[in-house]
């Protein structure tokens, strides 16, 4: 069993910056690749971001590169998301997910996700 905790979710103008964590409890950490995924109302959960076990892989949505970071401390349980540039079209909720690979992530396949954190974004 792994718990998922997410925090650092606001509300912010368009532009701004936000630093999303997700601390985890349970198994060891270092075991899963994670990933980030956003929620709007009346659409379905996309991916957002990803990154291996280790820290060395990760991948993005087309939507996301170049504004948002995602990294890892396996010492302290906890991945972030760095959210630069954010945009209105950001706006969901934001949940962090522990799965087998990133290629499962990728297909928004994952084995433990947690209870989110509101990300909204005004013009």
């Known amino acids: 069993q792994v718990q998922l905790v997410e925090s650092g979710g606001g509300l912010v103008q368009a532009g701004d910056s936000l630093r999303l964590s997700c601390a985890a409890s349970g198994r060891t950490f270092s075991n899963y690749s994670m990933g980030w995924f956003r929620q709007a109302p009346g659409k379905e959960r996309e991916f957002v971001a990803a990154?291996?076990?280790?820290?060395?892989?990760?991948a993005y949505a087309d939507s996301v590169k170049g504004r948002f970071t995602i990294s890892r401390d396996n010492a302290k349980n906890t991945m972030y998301l760095q959210m630069n540039d954010l945009k209105p079209e950001d706006t969901a909720v934001y949940h962090c997910?522990?799965?087998?690979?990133?290629?499962?992530?990728?297909?928004?396949?994952?084995?433990?996700w947690g209870q989110g954190t509101q990300v909204t974004v005004s013009s």
């Open positions: 990154i291996s076990r280790g820290g060395t892989n990760t």
């Open positions: 997910a522990a799965g087998p690979s990133i290629a499962a992530l990728l297909r928004v396949k994952y084995d433990y």
